[in-house]
T-cell receptor
């Protein structure tokens, strides 16, 4: 069964710093990988989707990369802002299901 | 606006009562999902449905039931058989076509059972 891991579980950085969140998965046979943001008590908001044939996707200050062979993805956030504070989750699609990591809780300190 | 709606946002029930959580989508997506989220844990799949009148159990289906009578609706019933029902419940949908399986989520329902 696919297992998805996100390290670290929590991260605190000063405003303006660039940062990288990590996601690893055990089975490289995936259709795609999706990064989400979740604010406290809210649903998940999709940030980026990387198809299995792609290496990276960019949206504004966010850049996500995918290395299927090593089972890793990273989410790069440039020039972090306090409004970026949230929990970030990654999910891989394999078969007809989605497998989620437990998330990284990010705090950006003003 | 297209999206997924879940109601109510907060739900309180007494132990022993069944309760139904609503999920509606107007994205014309084929697949719909129910997840449970507990503090410190990832999302766990309860049930999913890829077409109308068909659904499959996820990892933690015991104590839950669903129906899919319409493409846009996928209600979840939490029965009295669910031992620890207090949690945050998330509904999602996906087009599940063309090899691009992107999930879209509703705002969630927080269920508290006392």
């Amino acid at each position: 069964k696919q297992e998805v891991t996100q390290i670290p579980a929590a991260l605190s950085v000063p405003e303006g710093e660039n940062l990288v969140l990590n996601c690893s998965f055990t089975d490289s046979a995936i259709y795609n990988l999706q990064w989400f943001r979740q604010d406290p008590g809210k649903g998940l908001t999709s940030l980026l989707l990387i198809q299995s044939s792609q290496r990276e996707q960019t949206s504004g200050r966010l850049n996500a990369s995918l290395d299927k062979s090593s089972g890793r993805s990273t989410l790069y956030i440039a020039a972090s802002q306090p409004g970026d504070s949230a929990t970030y989750l990654c999910a891989v699609t394999a078969g007809n299901q989605f497998y989620f990591g437990t998330g990284t809780s990010l705090t950006v300190i003003p | 606006d297209g999206g997924i709606t879940q109601s109510p946002k907060y739900l309180f029930r007494k132990e022993g009562q069944n309760v139904t959580l609503s999920c509606e989508q107007n994205l014309n997506h084929d697949a719909m999902y129910w997840y449970r989220q507990d503090p410190g844990q990832g999302l766990r799949l309860i049930y999913y449905s890829q077409i109308v009148n068909d659904f499959q159990k996820g990892d933690i289906a015991e104590g839950y039931s669903v129906s899919r009578e319409k493409k846009e609706s996928f209600p979840l019933t939490v029965t009295s058989a669910q031992k620890n029902p207090t949690a945050f419940y998330l509904c999602a949908s996906s087009p599940f076509t063309g090899g691009v399986y992107e999930q879209y989520f509703g705002p969630g329902t927080r269920l508290t059972v006392t």
